[in-house]
C-alpha cells in the first residue's frame, strides 16, 4: 500500500504523534510469535503513527466500529507493503513471502508450513531497516487476532480485500529484477499495478462504510463505480510524487511512451470522481467522520498535484495544516 500524500510533519494539532524513524539493529533476533493477543486501541493508533503518514491522520476521523476495522486492514495492507518492497531482500524472497503471507492470512489454521513461511524468511533476515515496520511485523499475529474478532462480514471483507491485493502484489514482484526493478508498459499496466495497490482499498472502503451505514448500503453500486479511480488517483499522485526517487531505485511506474503531463491528466480526472464519491457519502447520510476521511487525502493530493505542475516538490507544512482545520471543521 502506497497511497500516502501527506508530506512528513508532526501533526500535533491532529492529535498524531510523529512516528519515530529509528533504524532496526539487523542483528537483533525478532520472533513474530512473542505476542499474539489482539490489538488494543493504543497499539493500533501507535502502529499507525509508526508505519503511516496519511493513514495515521485520517483513521482517526472515523467512527467506531469503522476506526478499529479500517485500522486494522491498513496494518495488514502494510504488513503486505513491507514484504512487497523488501529492501534487504531478492525478488524470489519477496514473492515467497507474499504468497505465504497471503495463505496465512485466507487458512483457517495459520500453523501450516506453507502459512507461516513468511514468518520464517522475517525471523531468519529483516526485510527492511525500519524500526516502526519491524515492531508492526512482530505483532503481525495481534493484528491477525484483531481481525477474527471484527464483525463477520467486515472481517470477511477485509480478509478477502486484503488476501486479492497480496497476490496482484506477488505478480508484479515477480516481474521484477532481483533488486527490485521494473518497467510498466503503458497505461493499461500502470491502471492494473494501480488497481492491485490502491483500487481494491478503495473498494473494500466502500464495503466496510456500507456495512456500518444502512443508507450507504443503498448507494453501494454508484459507490463501487467510482471506488476504484478513487483509489488510482491517490496512487498516480504518489507515483508522480516520488518518480525521481523511484528511479534510482529502478522502480519506473511511469511508462515511458506516455507524457507525464497525460499520467497528471488522467490524475486529475481520477481525483474528480474521487470528489464525487465524496459527495455521494453524504448524500447517503454516510457519518461526517467518513466523508472527512475520504476528502482529507483527496483534497491533500489535489494540492500536491497542483504544487507538482508548478514544478515544486511537496505541500509546505502550513498549506497540509490549512487544509486539515477546513476538512475537520466542516
Known sequence: MTTDVTPDLELRSAGVVRAARDRYQCGMTMNVETETSALTQDEIASLLAKTSRTFALTIPLLPEPLTTQVGIAYLLLRIADTLEDAPRWGRDRRHEALVSFASW????????????RWISLVEKDAPIDDAGCMQLLRRSEGVRASLDAMEPRAARAVRDDVIRTTRKMAEFVARQSDDGAMQLDDVPDLEAYCYAVAGIVGELLTVLFAIATPSVENERPSLMALAQWF????????????????????????PRNVPRAEIMQKARADLAKAQDYTALLSKASAPPGARRFCELPVRLAVATLDRLEAGEAKLP??????????????
Open 105 to 116: 492470512l485466507g487458512g483457517r489454521s495459520s500453523s501450516t508450513s506453507e502459512a507461516r
Open 317 to 330: 507544512r502550513d498549506e497540509v495544516l490549512r487544509i486539515f482545520a477546513e476538512v475537520t471543521s466542516s
Open 231 to 254: 483509489g488510482e488517483g491517490l496512487q498516480l499522485v504518489n507515483i508522480l510524487k516520488d518518480a525521481n526517487a523511484d528511479a534510482k531505485e529502478g522502480r519506473l511506474y511511469l
